[in-house]
């Protein structure tokens, strides 16, 4: 759905820009730490400590009866509110929260952002979120927030009928992606995604990257996160825009693991839905 690869995209941009940045993701491969981290580098391990003696000394205190309706906070509630601690501890200047299942009721959805950026709308988690595009999206637009910037990719007509409107009531600025690209190039070569996007309502001249990240549809994250980052942001250049979607990698994220003449081709990736398997396949 490109919400991780959106938030570390971010992440590494601000990051090239010399801004001290905190990266909420999920989920972890090897170490939990991974979910909390500078720009996909860990925290010393006194940030850490601290943290999760403050949350556990806060959770420790209250009994039970006394959480609203009598319910004790999840394991992902528990894991958001670890991560603000840590990134006030570690004195951030900013934060970039993924969402978990996304939408209103999502955990990280307490926080009052500089932007809010919603990704690929598709239907998953269906128990939760609803059974059609319209209402999926629905619920993805509870992140929406009044007056506050709200960056979108999304083809799926259904789907932008409901952010617009969500973002007029709201009297948020609206932004899609595909009103900012006035022209769009990309090829695989060497185990990387170039790409080149005229974008004149934000660029001067063509945004040229070479992404780790593979896929087409790494080219129109890492173009939201651009977009993103360059509305709120200005002052960062565009080769530190460039710079900073070169350098980021997640691994796992369709990761070629080896491909040499004797061995085969093998890659790691993760999927969840019948959109994402297709693209993976694609």
């Known amino acids: 759905k490109g919400k991780g690869s959106v938030s570390s ?9 010399t801004i001290d940045c905190g990266l909420y993701t999920s989920p972890h491969l090897i170490s939990f730490a991974e979910r909390i981290t500078k720009s996909l580098e860990f925290l010393d391990d006194k940030t850490y400590a601290k943290a999760y003696k403050i ?7 209250i009994i039970p009866k006394a959480y609203p309706n009598q319910r004790e906070p999840t394991w992902f509630e528990l894991v958001t509110l670890f991560a603000f601690i840590a990134f006030r501890e570690a004195h951030f200047s ?16 307490v926080l009052l952002p500089a932007a809010s950026i919603i990704t690929e709308i598709e239907l998953e988690h269906q128990e939760y979120l609803g059974n059609t595009i319209e209402a999926i999206a629905r619920e993805k637009a509870g992140i929406i927030k009044n007056g506050i910037p709200v960056f979108t990719l999304s083809k799926e007509v259904a789907a932008i009928e409901v952010f617009k409107t969500q973002a007029e009531k709201l009297y948020a600025p609206y932004f899609h992606l595909d009103d900012f690209i006035e022209k769009l190039s990309f090829s695989y ?18 945004l040229k990257s070479s992404l780790q990240l593979l896929g087409e549809y790494q080219v129109r994250n890492a173009l939201l996160a651009s977009l993103a980052v360059r509305t709120i942001l200005p002052q960062i250049s565009q080769e530190q825009i460039e710079e900073g979607l070169k350098k980021t990698f997640i691994p796992g994220r369709f990761q070629i693991i080896s491909q040499t003449k004797t061995n085969p081709l093998i890659l790691a990736d993760g999927a969840h839905t019948a959109k994402s398997i297709k693209h993976c396949l694609k």
Not at 55 to 61: E, G, I, P
Not at 192 to 206: C, D, G, Q, T
């Open 55 to 61: 949350l556990s000394q806060t959770v420790d205190s």
């Open 9 to 17: 995209f971010i992440a590494s941009i601000l990051r090239e820009a």
């Open 94 to 109: 900013w934060a970039v929260f993924e969402t978990g299942l996304g939408g209103k009721l999502d955990a990280t959805n």
């Open 189 to 206: 070569q060497n185990g990387k995604m170039n790409i080149e996007a005229s974008m004149p309502k934000l660029f001067e001249k063509p």
